[in-house]
């Protein structure tokens, strides 16, 4: 995430796809409930 907020927001906007944010960011909120949970 901090990646993200290094960019402009332009080129950010550009070359990130909606799905490219979601996958990933599903993807660590599945790692910190397991972390949470085990």
């Given at each position: 995430m901090?990646?993200l907020?290094v960019?402009?927001?332009?080129?950010?906007?550009?070359?990130i796809?909606?799905e490219e944010?979601?996958?990933?960011l599903?993807?660590a909120?599945?790692?910190i409930?397991?972390c949470?949970?085990?």
């Amino acid at each position: 995430m901090m990646q993200l907020q290094v960019l402009p927001r332009e080129l950010a906007l550009q070359s990130i796809s909606k799905e490219e944010i979601v996958l990933p960011l599903d993807a660590a909120i599945d790692a910190i409930d397991y972390c949470v949970n085990h």
